[in-house]
């Protein structure tokens, strides 16, 4: 079993961790909202009073944070985290940021001697619960090795997508294809019941048809058609809008910085942005579909 440092116990964080003790590791965690780090300590972590302490005498590190800004701020630098590890650390970095600062901490692990994955998720916090994450990876193979059975304490499905960045680079062309169908799917949702029809009967017809997606299947934006959705729940957040729209946008940089167009990536950007404007940004992503039923 391993000895970990688990930095970041937000709303996906806390539950991999949890897993994490769940398979038997040996844990300490740290985030700046104490009362996540005492309700992990509470379950058998050791509670760190900072990342350097969380990071003191481990095998492995794992951390889980908003944005780039953040991740790029615990690593790098003289006070950065990589310069305080040993040379046998793996650093298993799981959060959604640029493919571009993704590989500025690879470039600065390599540079420690210290292995490196960039490895973000897709699941939400039902499946960072349920321990059944997909992991989207980019580092070396022989690194992925080593990390296997900590990835599969958290998740099912484990993705080398390829060097340094790769797993970025697949988050976000992941998430730009989800918003899309998330976005058509409303907008279907909407046009149909508006019209008269039922939205379950609608939602059926769709999924066994042409038109039928991942959101179709199982995350219908329409409120009643999926009971366990977030949006029969008030839209209560599996994966927040202002998520996604943060991810839209490392994918539109990205795009920038490749010479790639993305002309519904953009669009699905603006129309995220609008609900953030509208201060939904911590509802659910599907929330989008108030859009559309406010214009019905």
């Known amino acids: 079993m391993a000895r970990i440092a688990f930095i970041g116990l937000g709303n996906m964080g806390l539950p991999m961790a949890r897993n994490l003790l769940k398979a038997g ?43 780039g800004r953040q991740v790029e701020e615990l690593y790098l630098g003289e006070e950065g985290l990589l310069a305080a590890l040993p040379a046998d650390c793996l650093v298993l970095e799981c959060s959604t940021i640029a493919p571009s600062a993704a590989r500025r901490v690879h470039r600065a692990a390599a540079a420690h001697g210290v292995a490196m994955l960039d490895a973000p998720v897709s699941g939400g916090t039902a499946g960072a619960a349920a321990g ?60 149909g019941t508006r019209c008269g029809l039922d939205a379950s009967v609608l939602a059926e017809i769709m999924r066994q048809s042409s038109g039928g997606n991942w959101v179709l299947e199982r995350y219908n934006p329409w409120p009643g058609v999926h009971a366990n959705s977030p949006a029969s729940h008030g839209y209560q957040p599996g994966f927040m809008a202002g998520l996604m729209a943060k991810d839209l946008g490392l994918a539109q940089e990205t795009a920038l910085q490749a010479g790639s167009a993305i002309p519904m990536g953009s669009l699905a950007l603006n129309l995220y942005r609008l609900l953030l404007q509208q201060g939904l940004g911590g509802q659910d992503f599907s929330a989008v579909q108030k859009l559309f039923i406010d214009q019905a």
């Open 132 to 191: 059944s994450l997909t992991f989207m990876i980019g580092g070396a193979a022989q690194t992925l090795e080593r990390a296997r059975p900590l990835f599969l304490a958290m998740g099912h499905h484990l993705f080398h997508a390829g060097a340094d960045g790769a797993g970025q680079l697949a988050k976000l062309c992941n998430n730009l294809l989800l918003a899309v169908q998330m976005i058509g799917t409303a907008e279907a949702m909407a046009l």
């Open 25 to 67: 590791h040996t844990l300490s965690g740290f985030d700046l909202v104490q009362a996540t780090v005492a309700q992990l300590a509470s379950e058998g972590a050791r509670a760190a009073t900072s990342a350097r302490d969380a990071a003191s005498s481990v095998d492995a590190v794992i951390s889980m944070l908003p944005a």
